[in-house]
């Protein structure tokens, strides 16, 4: 089932809007994603995580 | 400096022997994992004991304890310790919880008369456990400390919740129903507090976990892991606090009540009864324990037992063996 809260990315509030109505910011989803304990694609998880840091360093140094 | 002056009142200085136990932020990562709590974000589907045996799985320690059960499709603040401070989720069980919930009435109704209900259900409310539940089904009183609309959009109410250990959310949505002779139920609910932890940047997924632990495992790096378990100081940073000597330490570690004589500071609001802190000089948590005096009558006392220990934490033998 689809859930009706959300909430706001920037400032953490919680709205049933699309758009954050205290600040105007992007709202999301207020649970964390769904676990399993085999994790089956934590390999790949990890590896783009890393990639991500990579181009955030990049980022910073250019 | 100044903070801590307000806040303590100071009976005696003393000083730290660095040669005996470690403090609570410098400890070797292998303890810090035996001396951990983990500020989860419990998902969506399993149990609290589920994502508990998950966790030990995860970190291949011995043992997990929640402090405070969510049900399966709850997310949220769930702390959840590992082996020694397995035991000092109890303290957590405790304390005050903060929830955002949607609730869902069952026919349109004017919204004033919402708000008016939800004023009404403040302070001190009546509540049955539900049908399926951990505790003895009989009424019992629990105290709701503030609640706060955030939005009505038209059925559904979504508000944020500040309560007592014990309450379920579920029961006030139906009650809140009933007393609007409409019915209503509880449609989604998160916790945003239990006790000192909250959303906030500590707050760590089954993901994030994982992850760190693999880094550590794998690659050797143990900075993600320490981002993601918290000293198990930091589960009792919303009790009332006391200070004592290094001398009193292993005493108490073996079950000693706390007198006059090793304490050397103390928080200035501990009333009687109430649950305290017992902390070393280099901030490693002890035991719990109850005050059996006012802040005032402890600060002047010269002798007698200040404090009875309830729970101990710490392992006899860190501190040296100064008694008799």
């Known amino acids: 089932m689809k859930l009706k809260t959300r909430k706001c990315k920037s400032c953490g509030e919680y709205t049933l809007q699309d758009v954050c109505p205290h600040c105007g910011g992007d709202v999301g989803v207020i649970y964390p994603a769904k676990y399993s304990p085999e994790d089956k694609y934590g390999k790949y ?14 980022g910073v140094d250019a | 400096m100044e903070q801590v002056k307000e806040n303590f009142l ?21 303890e810090h994992l035996r001396k951990g709590i983990i500020n989860l974000d419990k998902p969506s589907g399993p149990t609290s004991h589920e994502v508990d045996s998950w966790v030990r799985r995860i970190l291949n320690c011995e043992k997990t304890g929640h402090g405070g059960t969510l049900d399966p499709r709850v997310t949220g603040v769930l702390p959840i310790g590992i082996d020694h401070a397995t035991r000092v989720t109890q303290l957590l069980l405790v304390a005050g919880k903060e929830y955002v919930c949607l609730m ?4 349109e109704v004017d919204e004033e008369k919402v708000r008016n209900i939800l004023q009404e259900f403040q302070g001190k409310i009546f509540q049955t456990p539900p049908l399926k539940s951990a505790v003895k089904r009989e009424l019992r009183v629990r105290n ?21 250990a014990g309450t379920y959310i579920r029961k006030y949505c139906h009650d809140i129903g009933e007393a609007l002779g409409i019915g209503a139920h509880m449609a989604e609910l998160r916790r945003t507090k239990a006790g000192p932890f ?36 930091r589960a009792v ?16 570690c073996h079950g000693a009540d706390l007198a006059s004589g090793g304490i ?27 005050a059996l005096e006012n802040a005032d009558e402890i600060h002047k006392s010269s002798k007698g037992i200040m404090v009875t220990t309830k729970k ?3 392992e006899p033998g860190t501190y040296p063996k100064m008694w008799k």
């Not at chain 2, 089954?206 to 993600?224: F, M, P, Q, R, V």
């Not at chain 2, 009790?239 to 108490?252: F, G, Q, Y």
């Not at chain 2, 050397?264 to 719990?288: F, M, Q, W, Y």
């Open chain 2, 198 to 233: 909250k959303e906030d940047e500590t707050l760590t997924t089954l993901h994030d976990l994982t992850d760190a632990y693999h880094e550590w495992k794998e690659e050797g790096d143990e900075s993600l892991l320490r981002k993601c378990v918290l000293p198990m100081e």
């Open chain 2, 10 to 30: 100071i009976k005696a200085e003393s000083e730290t022997n660095p040669e005996f136990g470690c403090y609570p932020d410098s400890r070797p990562i292998e």
């Open chain 2, 144 to 164: 709701i400390y503030n609640v706060n609309i955030l939005e009505i959009d038209g059925k559904d109410v979504l508000f944020r919740i500040e309560c007592e």
């Open chain 2, 312 to 314: 101990v934490f710490m």
């Open chain 2, 237 to 252: 940073e919303h009790l009332l606090k006391i200070t004592i000597r290094d001398s009193a330490v292993d005493a108490l």
């Open chain 1, 45 to 58: 998880r990890r590896m783009l995580k890393k990639q991500m840091l990579k181009k955030q360093d990049a």
């Open chain 2, 104 to 107: 869902r009435l069952h026919q």
């Open chain 2, 264 to 290: 050397l500071r103390l928080d200035k609001n501990i009333k009687k009864g109430e649950t305290v802190a017992i902390l070393t000089l280099k901030g490693e948590l002890v035991a719990s324990g109850e």
